[in-house]
């Protein structure tokens, strides 16, 4: 009795190894070098971002270009989706990842992202402008 769980268990763990071995083999692959699909604007001004919710579809590559007209701001697009654990692996993709994009004033600066997997991604601004700072956010929302 107990031989034929221990068999059952066995089978059980590599059925799961495999599992496991084949989620990583189908790990998205990027082609850092081809055209995104679509393009938007992103504009931080006033302690807002406009727009403040932004929708791109899964796999698709989605080129912003982001823009601070009046003062120099940061942005942060975290990578890990609203309500991720410790076990959440990133969600977005980018091409050139950073943790704080500096917004010069007047500049565009071009961000490459392609959303991996469905979710809510929270945009804040990053470098301390003001008194309603902390309210300065928006949501990048990959749909499948
Ligand atoms: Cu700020």
Redesign the pocket.
């Known amino acids: 009795m107990k031989a034929k769980f221990l068999v059952s268990l066995t089978a059980a763990l590599v059925s799961l190894f495999l599992f496991a071995a084949g989620l990583e083999a189908q790990h998205v692959t990027h082609d850092d070098n081809g055209p995104p699909a679509k393009s938007l604007t992103l504009t931080a001004k006033n302690f807002q971002f406009d727009p403040a919710i932004i929708h791109i579809k899964v796999g698709q590559k989605v080129r912003l270009y982001v823009t601070a007209p009046d003062s120099t ?2 942005l942060r697009i975290n990578s890990f989706p609203d309500g991720a654990t410790a076990a959440t692996p990133p969600g977005l993709y980018f091409v050139f990842g950073e943790d704080c994009w500096k917004l010069r004033k007047g500049e565009t600066l071009p961000i490459d992202v392609v959303g991996d997997t469905p979710g809510t991604y929270t945009y804040t ?1 990053c ?3 003001g008194k309603e ?1 902390k309210s ?1 956010k928006g949501q990048l929302i990959v749909d499948p």
């Open positions: 701001l940061g601004c470098k301390g402008c700072h300065m």
